[in-house]
């Protein structure tokens, strides 16, 4: 019988600072997923960094991730290793941990098999747990592409309840579909290729399992939404959308793990949910001028904006306008305008002079900015104020944004 989990079930992204476990940027992020409304976790996956994680740090965040889900939606919990009986090890770790719905492996690796093995192996790991057992694949990284025979074989049989493909082949995720669903269904299958979840959606998937959920889980979920609704068209438009915002992780220098989980993470902390974008060692985190490209692809692709402004370029007439207005005021500029003045105003403002950083300024928000030096020509200029911002109108297309 096939799992009961659907819908979007991103893998985790893991905040670390100083090497060690971010637990109060894990419970604003894991809060924040949820809020949004997805339909459950993938904890220790590709994203979770399970390759890079020990023993102790696996359980770590197995137990920070049930403590702050509380039940409030399913929990995928990775165990992938190398060989069987370390897999079967790290199945009687989640299971001691409790609070899991289903564990999820890949094919064997490092020592070479075929087919045989392969599906010798998770018969074997069924028989060593009474979670639900997912299918992983990813050849990428294992180096074994899991064929939809063996799959439906494992699914008819009761071994495996759900596949989760990260394989990139869509040809064969389709022939998964069709032969899934001539079957009778008897397993979830869900696709973990973000920019095409439309086309997995058409070929029959149960849901997705993007990464790049950590930094828009709201499109994810308006997507699938749709896609219940049979709105295809607002399935593609979504989908269009994403597909822009995932050229975050086209970054310079980097690659692979450190490209994509690293834009990820960088995105996270420009947002406030991560306070670092720390990648394991020795993967280095996201800087300089890539920062400046995920920033910039974020604001395109995201309905939030953004923003690095250096000391020194703020518009003048804009900060003696706030200056005469303490009241809360509302604004409503086009997204250029938006961009220009009103969050150069907003972020840059450490108003004795200084530092500007990077953030987040989202319509609909309110805002306090305190500073001095407000107008350089009067000799009070260095005394200190506080503006309220009561919100900001984007116009169409651009939608209105809330806090979280």
């Not at 997507?223 to 992780?249: C, K």
């Not at 108003?351 to 500073?371: L, P």
């Amino acid at each position: 019988m096939s799992s009961k989990i659907r819908g979007v079930v991103p893998p985790l992204a893991i905040p670390l600072k100083d090497g060690e476990l971010d637990v109060p940027s894990l419970e604003r992020h894991i809060n924040r997923l949820i809020e949004a409304g997805l339909d459950g976790l993938f904890v220790s996956g590709s994203t979770g960094e399970v390759a890079f994680s020990t023993a102790e740090r696996r359980a770590q965040i197995q137990r920070e991730a049930v403590r702050i889900v509380d039940g409030r939606i399913p929990l995928l919990v990775g165990v992938i290793d190398t060989e069987t009986e370390r897999v079967i090890e790290n199945i009687k770790a989640v299971e001691e941990i409790g609070g899991a719905t289903g564990v999820v492996a890949t094919a064997p690796f490092y020592a070479l098999g075929g087919e045989t093995e392969v599906e010798r192996h998770f018969r074997i790991l069924k028989e060593n747990t009474s979670l639900e057992l997912w299918a992983y694949d990813i050849p990428v990284c294992v180096h074994t592409k899991l064929s939809p025979d063996l799959l439906m074989r494992l699914g008819r049989d009761g071994v495996i309840d759900g596949v989760k493909d990260s394989s990139g082949d869509d040809v064969a995720f389709r022939w998964l579909c069709l032969a899934n669903e001539a079957a009778g269904h008897p397993l979830q299958l869900l696709t973990g290729h973000e920019v095409v979840v439309d086309g997995a959606y058409m070929s029959g998937a149960d849901g997705s399992v993007p990464g790049l959920a950590n930094v828009d889980p709201e499109g994810y979920v308006r997507q699938w939404q749709a896609y219940e609704r049979r709105d295809w068209e607002a399935v593609r438009a979504e989908q269009d959308r994403l597909a822009e915002l995932m050229r975050i992780v086209q970054v310079k220098g980097v690659q692979g793990f450190g490209a994509g989980v690293g834009a990820f993470k960088a995105a996270l902390h420009l947002l406030g949910v991560f306070d670092s974008p720390e990648m394991p060692r020795p993967v280095a985190a996201i800087e300089g001028d890539n920062m400046e490209h995920v920033a910039s692809r974020a604001a395109r692709g995201r309905p939030a904006l953004l923003i690095r402004r250096r000391a020194g370029a703020l518009p003048f007439r804009i900060l003696r306008a706030f200056g005469r207005a303490p009241r809360p005021r509302r604004f409503s500029y086009t997204p250029f305008q938006f961009v220009r003045i009103l969050m150069t105003t907003l972020l840059a403002l450490d108003i004795g002079g200084t530092k500007v950083g990077w953030g987040i300024v989202e319509a609909g928000d309110t805002y306090e900015v305190t500073g001095a030096r407000i107008d350089p020509h009067r000799r009070d200029a260095r005394r200190t104020r506080t503006w309220r911002l009561a919100s900001v109108t984007l116009p169409r297309p651009w939608s209105p944004l809330t806090r979280r």
